[in-house]
C-alpha cells in the first residue's frame, strides 16, 4: 500500500497538517525497551487514548554497539517500527540524537566513540563530527523514506536532546541541522530544552522550531518558551507524566489526578503534546543509564516511569484519567484497552551449573579499563599475585560495584555509589577483583566515562602490579548454563554462580520474576537477558515479556554475584516496583 503523500509544516500559529491547523498529541515509546512482537500492541493502545502520534528516539548505541557493524533488523529496525506506526493511521516524530539522555546506557552514545582516546563530545570536536555525520546518515535513510510528504507518518525531526542543559557551541547544533537537511529530510526540524532563559538560548539553533521539557506549571513554562520562540505553535515534547528510579531507592509515582489536571492546563493553552513516557517499557539486557552529580545511582532494569501504559502494557488509572481530558479537546476512538488478570503463579526449582565464558585472560601491568579491553558486557574479572602480603588495597576509583576475594575466599565489596575505594585484606597467593560495571552515566560531564578499575592500585602503601584481567559476558554465559552440567554448589567458590532451572507453559503470557531471596546479578528467560536485579531495590520482580517465551519447555538462568538464599525462581501475579516514598 503507498499512502498518499502530505504536507506537515509550521505555521504562524500552529502546525499545519495539508494546510489545516493541528494539534500533535503524541507519547514517547522507545522501540528499543519493547520487545519487537509487542510494538504493534503498545502503537494500538496509544491511539486508544486519544493520541495521534508515536514518538522515539534512536539509541545509536543499540544499532552500532561496534564500530562499523550497523544493524537495522530485530529490535533495532526502526523502518518496521515507522511502517507499524502508519499501519495504525498514526504519525511518528524521531529524535536520534545522538544524544539521547533517557536514562539510556551512555545516553545512547556507542562506548567505542566515547572511549576514543581525547575524542569531544557534544560540541564541534572534528572526530565525534565525523563519526555523528556517518550515523546521521545512516539513521536517516531509513527515517526520510517515511516522511509524510513521502507517503509516510514522520512529521517532525528533531535535533540533538536539551542540548542547553550541556552545551553551548552553535556549530555543532548548525552542523547537525545541515547533515539533516542534506539527508534528505524535508519535515520541519526541533530543538527541545527544559524552560529557562539559559537552556533555550544555549540549546536552540537558527531555523529551528523551539519546544519545551516539563511537568508541571505548564503555563508559567510556556510563556517562557515564547519568549524564545514568538510564532508558531507551543509545544511540550516532553510532557513528565511520571518519572524514572534507580537502585536503592523508593519508587516514583505521581498522582493521576494531579498529572491529569496538568495536562488539562497545557491543552487549554492550545499547546500541543508528547507524553514523557506513554509507555516506558523495561531496560532490558545491559542497557540502563546512570546519573552522577557527585553520587553515582544507576538506574533499574524497569522503566516504567509510572507512564500511563505499564510496563507490562497495561493501561492504568493514569492511562484513564489522559484519556477523558484528551477527549474534552479531540475525539478518542471508542475502544479501551483490557487490564491483564493476574500472570501465572508457579515456582521453579533452580539448581547450580558449572557455566563458564569462553573468554581467556590477559596480562597487563596496571588493570585495563573495560574499553581498553572492548569488553562491552557487565563484568570483567582482575587478578594480581600477593605474594603472601596483606593489608590495605586501595584503587584509584571503582567503577562501579567489586567482590573482592583472596585466595578463593570473600574478603568483602566496593561500592562506587558508596564512595569505597579501599578494603584490607589478609595476606594470601593472590587476590581477585571482579567488577560489575552497572550502567553508564547518561546525564551531565560524565558522561562516556570509563568503566573498570581506574588508577593507581596499592597494597600496604606500594604499587600493586601485574594483572590479569578476564571478560565475563553475561548473555553468552547466561545461554552456555542452558547445557551445561549441574554439579558444584553455587556457595562454592567466588561468583558468578550459575543457577537453572526449567519449566513448561501450555499458554504463554507476561510472567513477573521474584528476585526476593537473591542478592545482586542477572536473570535470563530463554537466552534472552531479562536484565539485572538487586536485593538493594526498589525493583523486586523482573518483566518477562511474553513474546520471550515458549510454548512448551522454557529455560531460566540465574547470574548471581552476591549470594543466592533461596534456590527458587518464583514467578508471581503482578510487579513489585518497590516501595513509595511516604
Ligand atoms: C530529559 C531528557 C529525557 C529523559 C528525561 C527524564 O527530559 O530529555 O531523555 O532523560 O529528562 O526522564
Known sequence: MTARARSFAIGETDFLLDGEPFRVLAGALHYFRVHPGQWADRIRKAKQMGLNTIETYVAWNAHEPVRGEWDATGWNDLGRFLELVAEEGMHAIVRPGPYICAEWHNGGLPVWLTALEGVGLRRSEPRFLEEVTAYLERVYEIVAAHQIDRGGPVILVQIENEYGAYGNDTAYLEHLVRVTKDAGITVPLTTIDQPTDQMLRDGSVAGVHLTGSFGSRAVERLETLRRHQPTGPLMCAEFWDGWFDWWGNTHHTTPAAASAAELDALLASGASVNFYMFHGGTNFGLTNGANDKGRYLPILTSYDYDAPL??????????????????????????????????????????????????????????????????????????????????????????????????????????????????????????????????????????????????????????????????????????????????????????????????????????????????????LVNGFLLGRYWSSGPQRTLYVPVAALNAGENVVVVVELDRVADAIARFVAGPDLGPLEE
Open 310 to 523: 505499564d510496563e507490562r502494557g497495561d493501561p492504568t488509572e493514569k492511562y484513564f484519567a489522559f484519556r477523558d481530558v484528551i477527549a474534552k479537546y479531540a475525539p478518542v476512538p471508542d475502544e479501551v484497552p483490557a487490564v491483564s488478570g493476574p500472570a501465572p503463579a508457579f515456582e521453579v526449582a533452580l539448581e547450580p551449573v558449572v557455566a563458564e565464558a569462553a573468554a581467556s585472560g590477559s596480562r597487563h601491568e596496571l588493570p585495563p579499563t573495560f574499553e581498553q579491553l572492548e569488553h562491552l558486557s557487565a563484568l570483567v574479572a582482575y587478578e594480581a599475585d600477593l605474594d603472601g602480603t596483606g593489608g590495605v588495597l586501595r584503587f584509584g576509583e571503582v567503577r562501579d560495584h567489586a567482590w573482592v576475594s583472596v585466595d578463593g575466599v570473600s574478603v568483602g565489596t566496593l561500592s562506587r555509589t558508596r564512595h569505597e575505594d579501599a578494603l584490607v585484606v589478609p595476606a594470601g597467593r593472590s587476590v581477585r577483583v571482579l567488577v560489575e560495571e552497572q550502567g553508564r552515566v547518561n546525564y551531565d560531564v560524565r558522561l562516556g566515562e570509563p568503566k573498570g578499575l581506574l588508577g593507581p592500585v596499592t597494597l600496604a602503601g606500594e604499587p600493586l602490579t601485574g594483572w590479569t584481567a578476564t571478560p565475563i559476558d553475561v548473555a553468552a554465559l547466561g545461554a552456555s548454563a542452558v547445557d551445561a552440567a549441574t554439579g558444584a554448589s553455587a556457595e562454592a567458590g567466588v561468583a558468578p554462580f550459575v543457577l537453572r532451572g526449567s519449566f513448561t507453559l501450555d499458554d504463554p503470557a507476561d510472567l513477573f520474576l521474584d528476585t526476593h531471596g537473591w542478592g545482586k546479578g542477572f536473570a
